[in-house]
């Protein structure tokens, strides 16, 4: 990325993490997750949390989530250049192989 790139980067993301700073500190309200969805009255699986906690909470999750599904949707191309490797190995292996037995048929013998 230029440098001009970074700048505007930068100038966008600051005052969208400020804002969102500012907003993780006005909503520092308890709030209940209710774990058990079908007795929400059930108090063993209550979880009291910040709204902000929440909201963070949520974050990891979804930006977990979708770094799996990228890594998955990359499968193909990892498995294309683990063959294409394995190929560009097995011709340099046979190239070298090529190259030694050309060297021994130049080499005259000195038998007689």
């Known amino acids: 990325m230029t440098t001009i790139g970074t700048v505007l980067k930068w100038l966008i993301l600051l005052p969208i993490l400020v804002v ?5 500190v ?5 709030v209940t ?3 058990n969805p079908f007795q929400p009255e059930d108090a ?7 709204l902000y906690q929440l909201a963070f909470l949520f974050f990891v999750i979804g930006s977990l989530a979708g770094a799996l599904v990228v890594w998955n949707g990359q499968r193909r191309y990892r498995r294309r250049a683990r063959e294409e490797r394995q190929q560009a190995a097995f011709w340099r292996s046979r ?6 037995e ?5 080499v005259p013998s000195n038998r007689g």
């Open 26 to 30: 006005a909503n520092d309200e308890m």
């Open 44 to 50: 063993v699986l209550q979880v009291q949390l910040a």
């Open 102 to 106: 050309r060297s021994r048929a130049l």
């Open 95 to 100: 190239a070298e192989r090529g190259e030694a």
């Open 20 to 24: 969102v700073a500012l907003l993780a």
């Open 33 to 35: 997750v209710h774990l």
